[in-house]
Every structure is written in C-alpha cells, then in structure tokens.
C-alpha cells in the first residue's frame, strides 16, 4: 500500500516485489536493460552489503545491454572534505566496479554518484556531456551546464580521485570490506566506539589465524 502511493500501477510500469538477487538470478537473459539502479543504502549490514559485491555485479551485467550502466547513488558527501573513513568507503565501492565494468566515473557531490559500463562511449569528459545536454530537445532540471561544470570542478574530481585510490580492496560476499568500513566510519560519532571498533576488527584475522593454527593440534590431542 505504501508503494502504491509512490508507483502507482499503470501499463507503463512493471513493478514486482521480490528480492533483487533472487530476481536477477531467475530473469531471462533475453531480456536486457538498459540501466540498473542499485539503491540500497548504505551497506551498514550484510542484506545491503550484498548489492555492492563482485557477485551481484557481474549477476547484474548479464541482464545489461552492450552499452547499459550501473548506477549507485551513495549517500556520502564528498563536494568538501573527504575524511580517511569515507575514503575507505567510496574506493571500495570503485574498486568493486572496476573489477565488474570496463569504464567506472564517480561524480562528486553531497551525494557521490558511481556509473559504470563496459561501453567506451560512457567514458565522456564534461566537456562532451554539456556539448551533448545543449543539444537536446529540452532544459534538465539538474543535469544542466551551470550544474555539471559546478559538480565536476578539477580541483573537486583530483580530491577525489585521491581518495578513490587510497585503497585497494574490493568487497566481497565472503569478505565484506563494506560493512566493517561502514561501521567504523559511523562509530566516529562516539569517541569510545571509535577506538574500540577498529581495534575488534583488526584482531578478528589474528583470532581466525590463531584458531586455523591450533584447530588441528587440538583434533590430534583428543582423537590420541
């Protein structure tokens, strides 16, 4: 009833409630799209984090056309100042579509914006998107010259790349690098969270390590 109230019914929309996953994974491949819009929210737990993974990627470009885009409007605020937390966030965002997409643009912003495709004509520079929006047969509300050339100003689009490439990992269903970033960028809104989150998941692979190395001693002592 709630969704009613926001996407109506009509023969224009076809609207089905189901989970993304198990939706994609039973689609027809005949059957392609144009854009997917991944917006999940933040990857704060393991449901959500699942969107933003190498596997529901790749799930997701199956069901693309040649020249299709991926679209994940985040929440972070990257127009001012990009903190280390938050650079943690986005690059693994980036380097998780990178490792799914041929081309991959991140748009700074109040909202930073993550496109991707395996098609080289989305790889525009701005010029070329104001050039193409000039051209069109209507004035966008948003998507404007006086927008695009305030969003992607050089100076915003070099801080951020830089912190698109100050890590390297890229987030999995087996190793959500997300959802513990997530958490420890959240817990600067507490001093004593902060130092306790990151110290719990930097001593989770010594304990995993740990019990790998004494498991099997453990097994011969009681089996003797």
Same mark, same amino acid.
Not at 151 to 166: H, I, P, W, Y
């Given at each position: 009833e709630?969704?009613?109230?926001?996407i109506?019914?009509?023969?224009r929309?076809?609207? /089905?409630?189901?989970?993304p996953?198990?939706? $994609?994974?039973h689609s027809?491949?005949i059957?392609?799209?144009d /854009?997917?819009i991944?917006?999940? !929210?933040e990857p704060?737990?393991?449901?959500?984090n699942? %969107?933003?993974?190498?596997?529901?990627?790749?799930? @997701?470009?199956t069901?693309?056309?040649?020249?299709? /885009?991926?679209?994940?409007?985040s929440?972070?605020?990257t127009?001012?100042?990009?903190?280390q937390?938050?650079? !943690?966030?986005?690059?693994?965002?980036?380097?998780?579509? #990178?490792?799914s997409?041929a081309h991959?643009?991140?748009w700074?912003?109040?909202?930073?914006? %993550?496109?991707?495709?395996?098609s080289? &004509?989305?790889?525009?520079? @701005?010029?070329s &998107?104001?050039?193409r929006?000039?051209?069109?047969g209507y004035?966008? #509300?948003? /998507?404007?010259?006086?927008? $695009?050339a305030?969003r992607l =100003?050089?100076?915003k689009?070099e801080? $951020?790349?830089?912190? &698109?490439?100050?890590f390297? =990992?890229?987030?999995? $269903?087996?190793?959500?690098?997300?959802?513990?970033? #997530?958490?420890?960028?959240?817990?600067k809104?507490? !001093?004593i969270?902060?130092?306790?989150i990151?110290?719990? %998941?930097?001593?989770?692979?010594?304990?995993?390590? &740990? @019990? @790998?190395?004494? +498991?099997?001693?453990l097994?011969?002592?009681? +089996?003797?």
């Amino acid at each position: 009833e709630a969704l009613d109230k926001i996407i109506p019914f009509s023969k224009r929309i076809i609207r /089905i409630d189901d989970d993304p996953i198990s939706f $994609l994974s039973h689609s027809n491949p005949i059957r392609k799209y144009d /854009i997917i819009i991944i917006n999940s !929210g933040e990857p704060d737990n393991y449901k959500n984090n699942r %969107f933003l993974t190498d596997r529901f990627l790749k799930l @997701s470009k199956t069901l693309l056309k040649n020249d299709g /885009i991926i679209f994940f409007p985040s929440h972070y605020d990257t127009d001012r100042y990009i903190s280390q937390d938050k650079a !943690g966030i986005i690059s693994a965002i980036y380097n998780t579509l #990178q490792n799914s997409f041929a081309h991959v643009t991140v748009w700074p912003g109040d909202m930073t914006l %993550f496109f991707a495709s395996d098609s080289s &004509l989305f790889n525009l520079t @701005s010029d070329s &998107l104001i050039g193409r929006i000039k051209n069109l047969g209507y004035y966008p #509300q948003y /998507i404007n010259e006086n927008y $695009l050339a305030d969003r992607l =100003q050089n100076f915003k689009m070099e801080k $951020l790349r830089d912190a &698109l490439d100050s890590f390297g =990992q890229i987030n999995t $269903l087996n190793r959500p690098i997300l959802v513990y970033r #997530q958490t420890a960028y959240r817990a600067k809104l507490g !001093g004593i969270d902060n130092k306790i989150i990151p110290a719990l %998941f930097n001593v989770a692979p010594r304990i995993l390590l &740990l @019990s @790998s190395i004494l +498991w099997p001693v453990l097994s011969l002592y009681l +089996w003797s």
